[in-house]
């Protein structure tokens, strides 16, 4: 079974320090992609980051990156140099592979915040 | 292009009516889905399609039926409503028959079931 697993609910993080969240999954797929997402407080969600599950390198995106370990099955999301717009809720989330129709499987979520 | 958008905005049901939730793409995807967000439960997939005439169900489907007969368009109905289906409902499109590509997310409409 299909299982993306967010064990934080609530983290908070000084401004201008870096933080990570923390995801792990689950799949028997061989191959799967990993995403996170940032819903902020007006609601839309806005894609972040995208890790392969074949990619040898850990992605980065500007001040985010990806903290990849296949053995562990974590995709952890680091972001560095915090600012305040970055208080919000963030989602991991996986798709399988074709046997599993391509769904994606979202975990609860991690809300954000960050002190001045 | 405008991306993926959802109408109505806000909507207020009475229990027992029946609505059409609408959610269009122009990016040409062919996977489309919908998932209901409540506090605590994350996304929750109701049902998704990976092309036009193909339909399937998600984690939480009942109450809920959906048609794909153009490859833009995946409107989302409730049946009967409940005031258990009152939740923030959102469409989603993304390439299909590829585990590597994101999906994009409407802007959601918030539900109250009375």
């Known amino acids: 079974a299909q299982k993306i697993t967010q064990t934080q609910p609530g983290m908070f993080v000084q401004e201008k320090e870096a933080v990570t969240l923390d995801c792990t999954y689950d799949?028997?797929?061989?191959?799967?992609?990993l995403f996170w997402y940032k819903q902020p407080s007006s609601g839309e969600m806005i894609f972040l980051i995208y890790?392969?599950?074949?990619?040898?390198q850990n992605a980065t995106e500007g001040r985010y990156s990806l903290n990849f370990q296949k053995a562990r099955k974590s995709a952890n999301l680091v972001i560095s140099a915090s600012q305040l717009g970055d208080s919000a809720m963030y989602f991991c989330a996986m798709r399988g592979g074709w046997n599993t129709g391509n769904q994606f499987y979202f975990g609860t979520g991690t809300s954000l915040t960050v002190i001045p | 292009n405008a991306g993926v958008t959802q109408t109505p905005k806000f909507q207020v049901l009475k229990t027992g009516q029946s609505m059409t939730l609408q959610c269009a793409q122009d990016m040409n995807h062919e996977y489309m889905s919908w998932y209901r967000q409540d506090p605590g439960m994350g996304l929750r997939l109701i049902h998704y399609s990976v092309g036009a005439g193909i339909t399937d169900q998600g984690e939480v489907p009942n109450g809920y039926n959906v048609s794909r007969s153009t490859t833009e368009d995946f409107p989302l109905r409730l049946l009967s409503a409940a005031p258990s289906q009152t939740s923030v409902y959102f469409c989603a499109s993304s390439y299909s028959r590829t585990e590597y590509y994101e999906q994009y997310f409407g802007p959601g409409t918030r539900l109250t079931v009375t």
């Open positions: 799949t028997s797929d061989p191959s799967y992609g």
């Open positions: 890790q392969g599950s074949y990619d040898q």
